[in-house]
């Protein structure tokens, strides 16, 4: 069992910044690919970003060039920097997690492990 705890959602302005943090305990976090997905209100879950344990990257199409997902394997965190966020981008974000050293899955379907959720909301 991997347990996953996301922090760090909240409101911002459009075109502000926010960084969330995933904590992982459990099994080796290294040794799981990540993910981070949202879900916006009567709206399915969504890819935001993937990485491997070695670190490969993978983006949604609308969060290419704003965000960027990285990992601490030292520190079992995962992260995800946001900026010039737009409105659109309000949701609820969760960090997910599933065995694999190579490959991360861009479906959710396949994720495993996942946190409770943050929520982020973009509003003036």
């Known amino acids: 069992q991997l347990h996953l705890v996301e922090s760090g959602g909240g409101l911002v302005q459009p075109g502000g910044s926010l960084r969330l943090s995933c904590a992982a305990s459990?099994?080796?976090?290294?040794?799981?690919?990540m993910g981070w997905f949202r879900q916006a209100p009567e709206k399915e879950r969504e890819l935001v970003a993937t990485?491997?344990?070695?670190?490969?990257?993978y983006y949604g199409d609308s969060m290419k060039g704003r965000f960027t997902i990285s990992r601490d394997n030292a520190k079992n965190t995962l992260y995800l920097q946001m900026t010039s966020l737009k409105p659109e981008d309000t949701a609820v974000y969760y960090c997910?997690?599933?065995?694999?050293?190579?490959?991360?899955?861009?479906?959710?379907?396949?994720?495993?492990?996942w946190g409770q959720g943050t929520q982020v909301t973009v509003s003036t």
């Open positions: 990485m491997t344990s070695g670190a490969t990257t």
């Open positions: 997910a997690a599933h065995p694999g050293n190579t490959y991360a899955y861009i479906d959710y379907h396949k994720y495993v492990y």
């Open positions: 459990g099994r080796t976090f290294s040794g799981h690919a």
